[in-house]
């Protein structure tokens, strides 16, 4: 009986094991078809450049920002600082690898001085810390050799249907 047992063991084991490796093979090739596929689709996937997040998210929000400020509606302000730090997040996160996503924490120190001046509601230190931020979108700008992209206190209002 024990004999029998054991000779069954010997022939089902490798039986088995066969058919799990079998299933484990076809499980592999589903894995490898899933993780192609959606290769592809981070491959195809649209993740905006440093230029495009300057431009869609940083230099609108630092404009409304500003004008938000001036006219002491400090809610619309904090709004605005919220999104225009979600531009400098935006590029820490997809630009990791980049030397934007270090040099970013320059523009912190500022950015910390606006909050402070709004939750003060404080016009005059709005305005000052206003001016040191856009001077550290250029000590930025030129340390990455964009020295040519220079931001200024906004004169004009781009956006005349929006109420500041
Ligand atoms: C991390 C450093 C850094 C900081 C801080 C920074 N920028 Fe930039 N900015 C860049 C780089 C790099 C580019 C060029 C990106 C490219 O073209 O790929 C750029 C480009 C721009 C452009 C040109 C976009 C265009 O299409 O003409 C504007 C406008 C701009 N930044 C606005 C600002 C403003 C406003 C601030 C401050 C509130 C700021 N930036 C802060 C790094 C920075």
Same mark, same amino acid.
């Given at each position: 009986?024990?004999?029998?047992?054991?000779i069954? %063991?010997s *022939? $089902?084991?490798?039986?088995?094991?066969? /058919?799990? =490796?079998?299933?484990?093979?076809?499980?592999? /090739?589903? %894995? +490898?078809?899933?993780?192609?596929? *959606? @290769?592809?689709? %981070?491959n195809?996937?649209?993740?905006?450049?440093?230029?495009?997040?300057?431009?869609t998210?940083? @230099?609108p !929000? !630092?404009l409304? %920002?500003?004008?938000a400020? @001036? !006219?002491?509606n400090?809610? *619309?302000?904090e709004?605005e600082?919220q999104?225009?730090m979600?531009?400098?997040? #935006?590029?820490?996160?997809?630009? +990791?690898? #980049?030397?934007?996503?270090? $040099?970013?924490?320059m523009?912190?120190?500022?950015?910390?001085?606006?909050?402070k $001046?709004i939750?003060?509601k404080? $016009?005059?230190?709005?305005?000052?810390?206003? /001016?040191v931020l856009?001077?550290? =979108?250029?000590t =930025? !700008?030129?340390?990455?050799k964009?020295?040519?992209?220079?931001?200024k /206190?906004?004169?004009?209002?781009?956006?005349?249907? @929006?109420?500041?």
């Amino acid at each position: 009986m024990k004999r029998l047992s054991l000779i069954f %063991l010997s *022939l $089902a084991l490798p039986f088995s094991i066969m /058919v799990g =490796c079998e299933q484990s093979g076809s499980e592999k /090739v589903d %894995l +490898k078809t899933r993780i192609d596929s *959606l @290769q592809n689709k %981070l491959n195809s996937s649209y993740i905006p450049g440093t230029g495009a997040i300057m431009n869609t998210i940083v @230099q609108p !929000h !630092h404009l409304k %920002l500003w004008f938000a400020g @001036q !006219h002491k509606n400090w809610a *619309l302000a904090e709004y605005e600082r919220q999104e225009l730090m979600g531009g400098f997040e #935006k590029i820490q996160k997809y630009h +990791k690898d #980049k030397p934007e996503a270090t $040099a970013v924490a320059m523009i912190f120190p500022a950015m910390d001085a606006v909050e402070k $001046a709004i939750r003060d509601k404080d $016009a005059a230190a709005f305005k000052n810390n206003f /001016v040191v931020l856009t001077n550290t =979108c250029n000590t =930025c !700008h030129k340390a990455l050799k964009y020295e040519f992209n220079v931001i200024k /206190v906004p004169t004009t209002n781009s956006f005349g249907n @929006q109420s500041f």
